[in-house]
């Protein structure tokens, strides 16, 4: 079975102080690590897909990174905007569902 | 942006009594899942849906739930007799998959199911 480990649980930044998110992974044949941002409320957004370790990915103040047993999600001066809870999910070989993680909830304060 | 599109956007029922959740997919998706998140948990997978059947399901989709795409752009989640425990949120999602490659994977904004 699909297992997904997110860390911290919780993570409170001042603006502008960039932090790092951990997500491990134990997947039977990964075919895509996935990250989210979901909002309170709200449907999780798609933000990344990572395929292989190496890889990396960004859109504005976030970067994503892939290794065999980890992805980290880097948050680069943030913006109380960015306040959240970021979701990490993989997809298994002969998958088509994802299995998540329980989420880190980002709060930036101004 | 195309988007998942889901109504109600909330529910009240009575246990026993049966729901139906809708959703609309992203047009051009073929792929199409059911997923919950009881307050405070993580988002669990219940079903996915190709070519007008059940591709996969989890230990939780029982024979209390099922599955329709009733016409060609509506998604349905129906859910019999429902429990005090069904209350949650229930996202819809669609995909699209070409050469084992994800083209946005992409949740709708969730159906708030309460059960009294």
């Known amino acids: 079975e699909d297992q997904v480990t997110q860390s911290p649980e919780a993570l409170r930044l001042q603006e502008g102080e960039s932090s790092s998110l951990n997500c491990s992974y134990t997947?039977?044949?990964?075919?895509?690590l996935f990250w989210y941002r979901q909002d309170p409320g709200k449907g999780p957004e798609f933000l990344f897909t990572?395929?292989?370790a190496g890889e990396e990915k960004e859109k504005e103040r976030l970067k994503a990174t892939l290794t065999k047993k980890e992805s980290f999600l880097h948050i680069t001066a943030p913006k109380p905007e960015d306040s959240a809870t970021y979701l990490c999910?993989?997809?298994?070989?002969?998958?088509?569902?994802?299995?998540f993680g329980a989420g880190t909830t980002v709060t930036v304060r101004a | 942006e195309p988007e998942v599109t889901q109504t109600p956007s909330h529910q009240v029922t009575q246990m026993g009594q049966e729901v139906i959740l809708r959703c609309v997919p992203i047009s051009n998706h073929l792929y199409f899942y059911w997923y919950r998140q009881i307050l405070g948990q993580k988002v669990e997978f219940l079903v996915s849906?190709?070519?007008?059947?059940?591709?996969?399901k989890s230990e939780i989709f029982d024979d209390q739930f099922s599955v329709e795409r009733p016409d060609g752009s509506n998604f349905t989640l129906k859910i019999r007799s429902t429990k005090l425990e069904d209350s949650a949120m229930y996202f819809c999602?669609?995909?699209?998959?070409?050469?084992?490659?994800?083209?946005?994977?992409?949740f709708g904004s969730g159906t708030r199911l309460t059960v009294v």
């Open positions: 849906f190709y070519n007008n059947e059940i591709s996969e």
């Open positions: 999602a669609s995909s699209e998959w070409v050469g084992g490659e994800n083209y946005g994977y992409t």
């Open positions: 999910a993989v997809r298994g070989a002969n998958d088509y569902k994802l299995s």
């Open positions: 997947v039977s044949g990964l075919r895509g």
């Open positions: 990572l395929y292989s």
